[in-house]
Antibody, heavy 121, light 107 residues
Framework: QVQLVESGGGVVQPGRSLRLSCAAY????????MHWVRQAPGKGLEWVAV????????HYTDSVKGRFTISRDNSKNMLYLQMDSLRADDTAIYYC??????????????WGQGTLVTVSS | DIQLTQSPSSLPASVGDRVTITCRAS??????LAWYQQKPGKAPKLLIY???TLQSGVPSRFSGGGSGTEFTLTISSLQPEDFATYYC?????????FGGGTKVEIK
């Protein structure tokens, strides 16, 4: 059974750093690209970043480029999001999600329960 | 970036109603579109992928349609457990984007 478990959220001051983790269970982690998606309080979903299989190819949404770094450790079945220079508008629940695809399309078939990041002084 | 416009943003409805949500893309995305359901305090749940393919385990009252720039999610007969927020997502190109959401609420 596929399971994704995020951790590492908390309250952090503006300008500081935080690292989120996502532990993957029940599937061969190294065979899947992985994403981070966030949701500010009372708002919609916002895609944040993706990392492909070996970790050499990544994409980010513009608002986090240069501040956030996505990474993975396939030997530990772990996904990470290093968040630096945090701002108040980074406050959100952060979800990790598994990328699935076939010849016709792509989608996120599994999501974690989320971890809350609050950026406040 | 590809923008997704969902309508309506709020949809008052009753149990048994047929409801349709529309998602319009700012440029063609063929069938690289997924629909998710989210309930308060929970993670999103995949309903539909490739615009019209029902995810395993999702009730058949849910259906998706469209291609290119216009897509729909239809619930044929609304059930109490369907009151939730629904999001479309394009996976045609990066950055990936979501629609603004449609909250289906009790009339």
């Amino acid at each position: 059974q596929v399971q994704l478990v995020e951790s590492g959220g908390g309250v952090v001051q503006p300008g500081r750093s935080l690292r989120l983790s996502c532990a993957a269970y029940g599937f061969t982690f190294s065979r899947y690209s992985m994403h981070w998606v966030r949701q500010a309080p009372g708002k919609g979903l916002e895609w944040v970043a993706v990392i492909f299989l070996e970790g050499d190819n990544k994409h980010y949404t513009d608002s986090v480029k240069g501040r956030f770094t996505i990474s993975r450790d396939n030997s530990k079945n772990m996904l990470y999001l290093q968040m630096d220079s945090l701002r108040a508008d980074d406050t959100a629940i952060y979800y990790c999600a598994r990328h699935f695809y076939n010849s016709a399309s792509r989608w996120f078939d599994s999501w974690g329960q989320g971890t809350l990041v609050t950026v406040s002084s | 970036d590809i923008q997704l416009t969902q309508s309506p943003s709020s949809l008052p409805a009753s149990v048994g109603d047929r409801v349709t949500i529309t998602c319009r893309a700012s440029q063609g995305i063929t069938r690289y579109l997924a629909w998710y359901q989210q309930k308060p305090g929970k993670a999103p749940k995949l309903l539909i992928y490739a615009a019209s393919t029902l995810q395993s385990g999702v009730p058949s009252r849910f259906s998706g349609g469209g291609s290119g720039t216009e897509f729909t999610l239809t619930i044929s007969s609304l059930q109490p457990e369907d009151f939730a927020t629904y999001y479309c997502q394009q996976l045609n190109s990066y950055p990936l984007t979501f629609g603004g959401g449609t909250k289906v609420e009790i009339k």
